[in-house]
């Protein structure tokens, strides 16, 4: 029988170096011979990607409404689960998702102020108890994580555009969700030099 694989989820506010971190961790892994699928949210599927474009760059030419946000990102949530996230578990590969439900309750909850509860209750139908086993919180001040993101250059997309009191909320909320399941989440000070952040990701991994 095979065993299932560990789930491993990125969460935390802009700029903190999910997307950096959580591409070195799965090389390390693969260095390391164990199988594993990198995927991200939203998107990872063709149906992700495409409720992705929408969400970010108003793709359908007109911006969702704070209800519709909720229900594409739990959308483009199921599709991952089912399609990716579940069958890679079921053949014992590991699976590292930059974001996942956490996100919602984050952004969408404490961020849009939805109830909290109903979140978690909607992101329990989107993942079918495929739920993370390890979820690495990258915490730091919002100044610093939008000076991050400034230094890299682009475009603001849509919820990056928000005030800045949105995402004081969405670092506030996920700080309590790290207080509600101790079990899962392990809090990092992405700050630091990136080797030095990545070893003490890795360290996490081979301890949990
Ligand atoms: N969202 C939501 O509202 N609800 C949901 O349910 C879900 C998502 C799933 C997805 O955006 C948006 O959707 C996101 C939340 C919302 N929006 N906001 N705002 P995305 O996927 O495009 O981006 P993101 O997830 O927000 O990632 P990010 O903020 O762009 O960045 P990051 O992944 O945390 O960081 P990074 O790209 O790895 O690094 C950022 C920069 O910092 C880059 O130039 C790095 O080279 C640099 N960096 C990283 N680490 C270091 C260290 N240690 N030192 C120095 N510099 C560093």
Request: charged fraction near 30%; glycine fraction near 10%.
């Amino acid at each position: 029988m095979t065993t299932r694989g560990k789930f491993i989820t990125f969460e935390g506010p802009e700029g903190g170096g999910k997307t950096t971190q959580a591409k070195r961790l799965v090389e390390r892994l693969q260095a390391a011979g164990q199988p594993v699928v990198y995927t991200r949210e939203p998107g990872g599927t063709p149906t992700g990607e495409a409720i992705r474009e929408i969400l970010q760059h108003n793709k359908a030419g007109e911006a969702p409404c704070a209800e519709t946000e909720v229900l594409l990102f739990a959308a483009s949530r199921a599709q991952l689960v089912r399609h990716v996230i579940i069958p890679a578990l079921e053949r014992g590969d590991w699976v590292v998702c930059d974001r996942f439900a956490d996100s919602t309750t984050a952004y969408q909850g404490y961020g849009r102020g939805f109830s909290v509860e109903q979140m978690i209750a909607i992101n329990e139908f989107a993942i079918d108890g495929a739920q993370p086993d390890l979820t690495i919180l990258l915490d730091l001040p919002v100044s610093d994580g939008f000076a991050r993101l400034q230094q890299r250059g682009g475009k603001k997309d849509r919820i990056e555009s928000e005030a800045l009191d949105f995402h004081e909320r969405v670092r506030a909320g996920y700080l309590e969700l790290a207080q509600r399941w101790p079990e899962r989440f392990r809090i990092v000070d992405p700050r630091g030099e990136l080797g030095a952040v990545a070893e003490e990701i890795w360290k996490l991994v081979r301890r949990d």
